[in-house]
């Protein structure tokens, strides 16, 4: 047995486990014992000013150039584009917002409950459902705009993380609009998907999409996103800023809300001294 070749990939720079059971993959041996190389060329943003910013805050060097930046992108709630993801520190400031805004978009409602699957104690099964990001209760309004969260076509750009409009639903069905950048608008219809919690049997099948008012900088690490808001708060988990700030393409498609302009940074951000010494380094 043995022999499997594996790579692993990784940014220290990001968000780290939120609880913490064991010890970091730098205090690992492998981690010393392989080869690590680092990746330099950027993928999701091509402008080099926005690069630049983006590796300041990933380095925790909050300069003139950074405010100056933020100072740019301040706006007011309300000036917000409708198609823009607002990205909150907590749980708690999530679920309000999305309650309010739902509550006050105009329309009637549309409840879609989940179907799951499972065997054993029901409470037990409903925490772990959890994981597969699916709504166990998905209500939406037309006209509302929903996240992806699964890539459903990926040659016309309908991926994880896309932002569109509730243009009509149907009991199995629900068509989507989005804008494309020539103006455009496109169109997706969507079906429920299955997905099973990892070494169980606990499934849930549900429509992969999410109300798109807000959510949280942790579950919108990994995510491409096409407009986000990001509140200004203390974000003192490592890599917060850093995360949010580089969910979008490109600058323009970038705000921040929740401040006074001209800035004054009296706000706290949290850093991991072991992570940030390691994601300064240079590796081979």
Known sequence: ??????????DVAQLLPIQQKEGQIWESEIFNAVPRYSLHKPVRQQDERFIDILNRVRNYQ?????????????????????????LYTTRER???????????????????????????????????????????????????PVMLIHNLHVPTGWVNGTIALVEYMEE????????????????????????QVPSTSYTRTQFPIVPAFATTIHKAQSATIDCVGIHLDNMLSHGQLYVAMSRVRKMDDLY????????????????????LDIARKKCV
């Not at 917002?97 to 329309?107: F, Q, R, S």
């Not at 069905?173 to 997706?188: E, H, M, Q, S, V």
Request: hydrophobic content about 40%; charged content about 25%.
């Open 62 to 86: 909050f300069d003139e150039s950074v405010i100056a930046f933020i100072n740019e992108r301040t706006v007011h709630k309300s000036q917000l584009p409708l198609s823009c993801l607002r």
């Open 256 to 275: 921040f809300f929740g401040a006074e302009t001209p800035l004054n940074i009296k706000r706290k951000f949290g850093a991991d001294i072991d992570a």
């Open 1 to 10: 047995m043995g022999g499997i070749k594996t790579i692993f990939f990784g």
């Open 94 to 144: 999530v679920v309000s917002a999305n309650e309010k805004d739902y509550a006050e978009y105009p329309g009637d409602g549309t409840d879609f409950l989940a179907q799951d699957s499972y065997v054993g104690n029901e409470r037990t099964a409903k925490i772990a459902l959890r994981e597969t990001r699916l709504l166990e209760h998905l209500s939406i309004k037309p006209n509302m």
């Open 172 to 195: 199995e069905n629900i068509c989507l609009k989005k804008r494309l950048p020539n103006g455009n608008d496109a169109i997706y219809w969507i079906q429920r998907i299955s997905r």
